[in-house]
C-alpha cells in the first residue's frame, strides 16, 4: 500500500471516536466469539481486524473477559426482550406462537449472537448465556400458565413444571433450526404450537399460524 494509502487509513482511524471505537470492538469480538468460542479468539485478533494496537482493546474492556462479557450481556438482554416482548398480550396460543417466532427471528436475524450465547466459557456463570435467558422466560411463562391453568380448573402447582417443557421444546428445536434452516420458521413454529397446544393426540394435519402466516 502506498503512504498515501497509509495515511488515509491512519486518518479515518483517528476519526473514529472513542464510542465508536468500543462499538466496532464489540461487534468483531462478538463476530470472532461466535466463530472460534471464547478460548480460540485473542486480544491480538480481535485487534488485528479492528486494525488498532492490542492496549486499544485493553483500554476499552481490561482484556477479553471483559470484551466478552460485554458481548454476552447485551445478547442476553437483546433476546430476553424479543420474548418477553412477545408475551406481553394476547390469548395464551397466541403467546406460544410469538415467543416462538421471537427466537426463530432471533436465530435467524443475529447468527452470531445466537452462536455466541449456545457456546459454553469457562469465565462466566451460568447467568451469562442462553440457559439464563431460557430460565427467565420459563419464569414468566409459568405465571401465563398459571393463570390459564385456574380458568379451565387445573393445579396451578404444575404451571412451573409445563413451563420448564414448553420453553425447553422451542429452544432446542430452535437449535436444531440453526443447523437446518429448513422448513421455514413459521412452518417450525406452528409446528411446535401444535404439538403443544393440541398434544400428540390431536394434532393437526396442516397446522398453521394465528399470529403471521407462511411467507
Known sequence: MSEYGDATDRQRRVRMSAAQRREQLI???R??????????TSVEEVAARSKVSKPVVYEHFGGKEGLYAVVVDREVRALLDRITTALTAGHPRELLEQAALALLDYIDEEPHGFQVLVRESPVLSASGNLQSVLSDVAHQVEHILGAEFKSRG????????????????VALVGQWWREER?????IVAAHLVNLAWNGLSHLEAKPG???RRVR
Do not use: C, H, N
Open 154 to 169: 387445573l393445579d396451578p402447582r404444575y404451571a412451573a413444571l409445563y413451563s420448564q417443557a414448553l420453553v425447553g421444546m
Open 31 to 40: 463476530q470472532l466469539f461466535a466463530e472460534r468460542g471464547f478460548d480460540a
Open 209 to 211: 399460524l394465528i399470529t
Open 182 to 186: 429448513k422448513p421455514k420458521k413459521e
Open 27 to 29: 461487534t468483531i469480538g
